[in-house]
């Protein structure tokens, strides 16, 4: 069983697997095939991976392998018809990349698509993993850019008052971000469109800010669900007017395979005030912020810094392959039955729960996107994409 690990394209500083996962992957039967260097960027060398017993080659080495682990959709050149492709594909935003390999003949594993309520699943969540992470970063770079302190101070020049920081939704990486404005010392309130997510909120450190006629918009898959514009304009108002005097607006919210929805529009950020910080956590699929530069650090006419930071896990690339990987080598290590890598319409991890189930999702299956050529029976959303 070959596992191979391709160097990620440029931009994208995390690796696939780290050496710390070697052990159990050898363990398990894999012999493993790193590209020269594929792991630098994220503080992992080749001769770390090597005394892990690790193979250094080409990326010819890596993609030849029937088994392949990486982050970013790494194309096809190279990658042999059967092999298993595991990486984050956003397969409902880059239906291509489906295609391409129904049409090559390989078998892909999008890990974002993994069910993530199932128990089994939760060790292999990239979602939640890099999720966290981002959460974190994201209340960092509002801290280093705005221009005041965080926590209370009591001097003999003067009390400063605590900074105030507003989270814009609160799944993974929100409950992080307020946790993480909390331990800094900030006042922090925080929204959601799910009203379970109170409770949450609060266990956290948090203020939770309540809609009037909110209810829990949540899907059957634990994401939020979309919803009506009246509605999203009731959630704006009334967030923003929270978030008129705030220090740090922080951002959150993503549906799954659609753009992001626009929760700070450029009205509110002209109402808040000048050295107020928007850190958007989703400025690489449209942004939650009207004036959001993807990539680019601004400042509005009014004073107000937009911080459009892409890929936020990769600015923590040890930590996050590390954890990445961990997700991935669990995962891989499951497929493995009598020394094969199995890929079976038995395991939920790959095809969803099974119809009748309490995690059943109608339309969607598990990571298994496509093999043989055709697109899981399961995955119907993807297919109607796909047309």
Known sequence: ?????????????????????????????????????????????????????????????????????????????????????????????????????MEAGVTLLSMDMIPRRLSRAQSMDVNSSQDNLAGYKAVLLGAAQVPKGIPMMTTSAGTIRPAKVVIMGSGVAGLQAIATAKRLGAVVFASDVRKSAAEQIESVGGRFIEVDGMDDFEDESGYAKPLTPEFIQKVNDTVCGVAADADIIVTTARIFGRPAPITVPSTAVQNFKSGAVVVDMNADVGGNCEDTVQGEVITTDNGVIIVGTSNLPGTLATTSSMLYSNNLTTFMTSLVKDGEVVISDDDDVLVGAPEGSDFYVNGMGGVLICKDGNIHPKQTRLGGALE
């Open 1 to 101: 069983m070959k596992l191979g690990v391709p160097m990620e394209p440029e931009g994208e500083t995390r690796v696939g697997i780290v050496p710390s996962s070697m052990k159990k992957l050898l363990k398990a039967g894999f012999e493993v095939v790193i590209e020269t260097g594929a792991g630098k960027a994220a503080n992992y060398h080749d001769s770390d991976y090597e005394a892990a017993g690790a193979t250094i080659g080409s990326r010819s080495d890596a993609l030849g392998c029937a088994n392949i682990v990486c982050i970013r959709f790494p194309g096809l050149d190279g990658i042999s018809k059967g092999a298993n492709l595991a990486c984050v594909s956003d397969p409902f935003r880059n239906p291509e990349h489906v295609k391409a390999c």
